[in-house]
């Protein structure tokens, strides 16, 4: 069973078209890309899938419901969304954060388990922010609340996994720990992933099956090496984008 489906998803911004007629499954242990250029409507797409957002036409099922007709509670027992920028209001500490990843499994007035609080300790080294815990998330470099923001996904233990853009702020080491992790994660665990992307090689290196979007509201899904061929890249950016042959693979860069 798809764990998210789209059935004949219609998305639109004003008069721009986004996506038309949208079929997509997601299975357990895919991890997708979704590529395209700026503007072109990767974040809408993906606030669309979390529910977020109405789409203009269309259905989107969450393991084999439609969202529509599911609590903000139960959505988010199975869905983890990593936005692209993350506003915090108040004032909490490395580890408070990364807990509130456990609230969609809490009752009211209920307090953290020693479990909940060890989930958390072990996302925060996994994304080698342990020794912060203690530290108010105001004194976090851009980079460090960036990886906050994916160990408190990994607290939550979704089965899939909406990801905006989750290597910004992050030095290249750390974007390939990073995807590494959560890659690992979704091969280990049977969860799912689609994340907006803008490296095409980060996507060639780390994903199963790719989104590639483009401004007429085209879209190429399917198998990463299928979708990411030269002309179809060419035509969704505007501009040649060629694949160069490598020992470890295929490198895509601008002509």
Not at 39 to 62: I, W
Not at 88 to 117: K, N
Not at 148 to 157: G, I, N
Not at 244 to 249: I, M
């Amino acid at each position: 069973m798809a764990v998210l489906r789209t059935r004949e998803l219609q998305v639109s911004i004003g008069s721009k078209s986004v996506c038309q007629s949208l079929n997509l499954s997601v299975e357990d242990r895919q991890i997708w890309a979704i590529l395209g250029c700026n503007g072109v409507g990767k974040t809408t797409l993906l606030h669309t899938l979390a529910g977020l957002r109405s789409a203009d036409n269309g259905t989107v099922e969450l393991m084999g419901k439609p969202m529509t007709t599911m609590r903000p509670r139960q959505i988010a027992r199975y869905l983890g969304v990593l936005f692209q920028e993350q506003i915090e209001p108040f004032p909490a500490s490395v580890l408070e954060t990364a807990l509130i990843g456990r609230h969609p499994f809490l009752g009211a007035w209920q307090w953290e388990s020693e479990q909940d609080i060890a989930m958390a300790e072990r996302a925060l080294a996994d994304v080698e922010l342990v020794e912060l815990c203690h530290r108010s998330i105001d004194s976090l470099s851009g980079g460090e609340k960036q990886r906050l923001k994916v160990a408190t996904l990994l607290t939550q233990e979704p089965g899939v996994m909406l990801l905006d853009e989750p290597t910004n702020h992050l030095d290249p080491s750390y974007q390939i720990k990073i995807l590494e992790l959560l890659t690992n994660r979704v091969k280990d665990s049977g969860s799912a992933i689609l994340m907006v992307l803008h490296d095409i090689n980060l996507a060639a290196r780390f994903c199963s099956h790719c989104l590639l979007m483009s401004e007429s509201g085209d879209i190429q899904a399917g198998v990463i090496d299928e979708v990411l061929q030269s002309a179809h890249l060419s035509k969704a950016y505007g501009w040649p984008i060629i694949g160069h042959k490598t020992e470890t693979g295929v490198f895509f860069a601008p002509k």
